[in-house]
């Protein structure tokens, strides 16, 4: 008997349906339950990735407190820029 940590779903892959059932075809896996598993397991470290490289440029940013500028000054600058005749 197969022990399962959590409620069955149903998914409807669409053109997924193709790709996912040539990966069960080849014997890599063994269902399609273990290909969407494997994808969800890649989008995990995607995103993990992701946000690796998101928390490693808002430091590089905040190691950088030079090139800050004040909100009032940047929305000045800003506004002054686009009121130029050219700003188009």
Request: charged share 25%; proline share 6%.
């Amino acid at each position: 008997m197969v022990n399962r940590a959590s409620k069955p779903v149903t998914v409807t892959l669409g053109e997924l349906a193709e790709p996912a059932q040539a990966r069960v075809a080849t014997g890599r896996y063994a269902s399609l339950s273990e290909v969407v598993r494997a994808g969800l397991r890649a989008l995990d470290r995607e995103e993990a990735a992701l946000d690796d490289l998101i928390r490693a440029r808002i430091a590089q940013v905040n190691a950088a407190p030079d090139d800050r500028v004040p909100l009032a000054v940047g929305m000045a600058q800003l506004r002054a820029r686009l009121s130029r005749p050219d700003a188009g």
